[in-house]
C-alpha cells in the first residue's frame, strides 16, 4: 500500500492559472522602461553567401536611430556546446534567416525603417539542403573551421575537415555474429523533416548593459542560469556582474533552453551607453531566426529470430543540425544511447551523426530527438512483427526491457526503473486491440467507405543532461507562517509550480493558499538551478524543495526543543504547529518561531527561518567515445501510446477517433496538471505527426515561415477521446517517487497513428508528416480501390 | 508601414464621394480580416486612404422581399450562419459560412469583404454562384447590377471600378423542392483555407427526377463557375450514384481542361470528383 497523502496527487488547480486568464501576469513583451529603445534584426534572404560589403551608414543617419550593428562589430564566438556561432553572421551566412545586422532605437516603426536601410552585398554560395550530401565527406564545409571551435570536450567529437560536428557510437555485444545468427534481417529508411516549437510568447529579451558592466536581462528563457552562465562566458564577465530575470514564460518546449536573442540586444544597450533595449521576435522570425527541431534521416537495419526475438540491431542517425550546432549534438547524444528504445538488444550499434547543412539551426525540442527516433523505431517494430507473422503487441512484449536487463551503454536495470509492459498493456487494452487486421477484413470495410484501425508504440526517455546537474532552493518563512519559495527552475507553461507548492504543503503541514511560489525568477536573489528542460524539474527540483523542508523543520526542531527543553527530534509538524510527541500539549504555532522565539520575559532566541535545499544526481557518468559505455541517465520514463483511427478511403482524411496513453511517471505529484501535459503532449505530438513541417525550395529559402502555411492542430483537430493513464511504479530517487514526463506524452504518437493506419489500409508510411494525400496515395498505389454502394 | 489616411463614414453617399476622390489609391475596410493583414505584408502596397465602411448601418442585414433574399455586404459570416432566413431559403450558403476560419473571424468577417477580395477560397461565393446571385454596385455616377458569376476576372481581380462600393447581394429563394449541400476539403479542421470546396443544389419534380442542377466547385478553377456540362447530365435523370459519380468525374475533367496539371492534381482530380458525388448524395436526403 501506498502513503495516503493529503496534498500530492491530489488535482490542485493551478497557483497561476487565475494571472495568466485575466492577463495579470507579466511577460517580457508587457515590460518597459525608461529611456528603452526596440530594437529590429536584419536577416539574410540567402541559405548560403558571403557577406561582401555591409552599409550601415544610411540607417545610422535616420533620426532616431541610436545604434546598428554588424558582425564586423562583434567579435565573439557563441555557442552551447559547441562554440560555432557568432552574434551577427560575420563574413558569411549559413542560413535563410540569420540575422546580419541590428538596430536600436526610439521606436519600433524606426528600427524596423532604419534595417531596410542597411544595404548588404551577397555572393551566393551553393547550399548544403541534403543531410546525406552534407555528411558525404567531399562535400563543401559549412563550417571550415570546425577544428578550431572549443566544445565540450568530454561529451563531443567534432570531425574536422568534414562537415559532422559530433559522432555518438554505441557498441555492445557482436553486431556482426548478431546478423550471422538471425533468421532474418530487416532493413528501413525513414525520415522526419524539421518543425517550429510554436510556443504562444515569442523570444524576446530585453537588455540593459550598465555602468561597470552590471548587466541586467529581463527574457523569455527556460534557464536564468544558463543565460547567465553562457552570457558571462562570451562576453568574459564575472557571473556576480550580470543579472538574468525571468518573467511569466508563454512557452518553450524546449526552444528557449540556452541562450538566444540575449547576447546581440545586450551588445546593443552597450552601444547606446546604456540605455535599455527590446527585442520580441516576430512570428515570422521565431520560425525563420530562431531555431527549430532538428530534421532526421535514419536507416535500422534489425536480426530477428523465427520465435520472435530480436538479436542484432544496427541504427544509422543522420542528424541535420542546420547552421549551427546548438542543441543539436547533444540531441544527436541523447538519441544515440536511446536510439534502440525499451528494448533488450543481445548485440548493437549505433552511429549517430550531426551534420551541419544550410538551413535553420535546430535545438532542442519536447522529446529531445526522441519524437523523431520513435517514428522511425516503432513503425520499424511493426514491420518486423508483420515480416515474422507475429501479432505487433506480442513480439514487443517478447522483447521489451524488464528489471535486470542490460540496456546499450551497459546499464543494469533495477526494480524501480519502471514497467513499460505495464504501459503497453495499459494502453493496448484501452482501445481493446485483439490482433492485426486481415486483408480480407480490411476489403470488406473499404466497401463502406470507412476503415476503422488500431495501433501502438511505446517510448522511453531519460533527461539528457550533464553528470552534475542540480538543483536548489530556498524557502523562506514570514512573519504570519505563511511561506515563500525562491526556486529558478521555471514554471515557463510547464505548471511545475503547483506540485512544488503541494510538496511544502505536505511536509510542513501548511495550507496552500500560505505558500507563494516565487514565478518572476532572478539570479540575483534565487540559488543555483542547471536548466528546466529534460523533464527533470518535479523529480529533481522535488527533491530540493524536500530537502528545504527538512532543513527547515530541523531548524524549527532546535528552537522548539529549547523552549521544551527535550530533544529536536522529540516533534512532529502538523495544522502549522510543531508538537510534541508524547506530550501534545506542548506546541508552537508556525508564526511564533518564524522570526525568532519569544519567551513571555522578552528573551528571544533562534531568528528568521529559513530552509535550504539542494539535490544532485548522484553516480552519473560520461559515455565513453569508442563504445558509448557508461550511465547518462537519471533514470527512464516508460510510456505508450494506442490509436484508433478511422479513414475516409477516398480521400486520406483520417480521424483519431481515440488515444489511449500510458506513461510509468512513479508517482502522481497533481492529477490535473498531469493530465493537462499528457492531453498537450498528445496535440503536439499530433502536429508534427498530420501537419507540420519545414518546406524549403532549392536555393535554401524557407517557404512556409507563417501561420499560414505552417499549420498547427486547432481546437477542432483534437482526438475525439483522450484517455491517459498513469502506472505507478516508484522511482527511488524522484521525489515521493515520481518520474519526468513532461515531454513523454509527446513522444510516440505519430507511429501510433503510422501504425494504427497500417492496421487500417495496410499502407506503409516512414515519412513524416502524414497528411491526408498520403495516405490516400499510398492507399492508392497499394491498389485497393473502393467502389461506393448506395446512395 | 507607411502612414495613410484614415477616412470613416456612416453614408453610402459620402463612401462613393470619397472613392471618386482617391480612386485606386484607397482600399475599401468593411471586417478588416484580410486588408489589415496584407498591410502588414512585407512589400505590401499600402493606400493612401482606408475607408472604413463598417459603421454604414444600411448595409447591413439579411431580409426578404418579394421571393428575394436580400443580403447586404456587412452580414458577417456569423450572422449568415445564425440566420434563419438563410437556414431555409439556402442552406449551403450558411454551412459555408460556418466552416470560415474560426469564430473571431467569422465574427469580423463580411459576406462582402469575401465577394469584394476575390480569393480562390473565398468559401460564400461558390454557394452564391450556386444560388445564382446578383450583386449591385454603386458609384457617383449611379448603380448597376450583374450577376455575381459575371463579376469576378480572375483571383482577385473583379469587374468593380475603383469608386464601387457594393452596396446588395441578391438571389431567389430557394424552392421547397430544391435542396442544397456545400463540402470543403481543408488542411485542417479550423481556420483552413479551402484546397478545394464543393457547392451544389439539386431540384426534383413530383416524380423525383431532377428538374434543376447547379455544381460550383471552388479552389478548383482559374475563377467561379456552374460547371453546366455535368449539371446537364443530371436533368430528367433519377439520383443515383452511378449518375452522381459520373457527374463527379465530369466536373474532375472540366478541372483538369483549365488547370492542366500539377503535382497536386494526381491527389485532387479523383478528390474533386469524390466532393462533387458527395454534396450531390448531400442534396438527396430524406
Redesign the interface.
Known sequence: MSKEYKYIGKGVPRIDADLKVTGQATYVGDMSFPGMLHAKMLISPHAHAKIKKIDTSKAKALDGVAAALTGEDLDYQVGLYMVDKTILAREKVRYHGEPVAAVAAETLEIAEKAVKLIEVEYEELKPLLDVEEAFNEKANLIHPNLGSYSHVQTAFFPKPGTNICHHSKIRRGDIDKGFQEADVIVEREYNNPSVQHVPMETHGAIVQWGIGDRVTIWTSAQSPFTVRNLFCHTFKLSHHQVRVIVPYVGGGFGGKAGIHLEPLVGCLSRATGGRPVKLIATRKEEYNTLPCRCGLKYKIKTGLMKDGKIVAQKLTLLWSAGAYADYAVNVTRASGYSAGGPYFYPNISTDSYTVYTNMVFGTAYRGFGHVELFWGLERHMDYCARELGIDPYEFRMKNLLKPGDITPTGEKLKDDSGDIRKCLNAAAKEIGWDGVKSEQQRIKEMQSGKVRGKGFAVLHKAPAMPTNTSSSCVIKMNENGSVILNISATDYGNGTYTPMAQIIAEEMDIPLDKIHVAYETDTDRDPYDWQTVASRFAPMGGRAVINACNDLKRKMSEVAAKVFECSPDDFIFQDEKIIHKSDPQKFIYYDKLATGYVYPNGNAIGGPLIGVGVYMAEGLTHLDKETGQGLPAFNWTYGAHAIEVEVDVETGEFTILKIASALDVGKVLNYESLKGQVIGGIIQGLGTAICERYVYDNKGRLLNNSFTDNKIPTAKDIPLEIVPIFIETPHDEGAYGARGAAEHPMISVAPAIGNALRDALGIELTEMPIRAEDVWKALKEKELVFEPATV | ?KPFEYISTKSINEATQVLSEYKQDARVLAGGTDVLIELRRPHAKIPKAILDISYIESLNGISESDGLIILKPLSTHTQILKSDLVRKYAQLLGIAASQIG?PQIRNRGTVGGNVMNAATCADTVPPLIALDAEITLRSNGGSRTMKLVDFFIKPYKTKAESDDVLIEITFPKLPSNAQSAFIK?G???????SRLSVAAILMQDKKGLISEARIVPGAALPTWMRVKEAEEMLIGEK???KL??AAGQKVSEVMISYTGRRW?T??KE??IG??V?RAL?GC?KD
Not at chain 2, 488542411?187 to 483555407?193: G, Y
Open positions: 508601414m474560426a476539403l488542411r485542417r479542421n479550423a481556420l483552413s483555407i439520383p443515383s450514384l452522381f459519380t497536386s494526381e491527389y479523383p478528390v469524390v466532393l458525388r448524395e438527396v
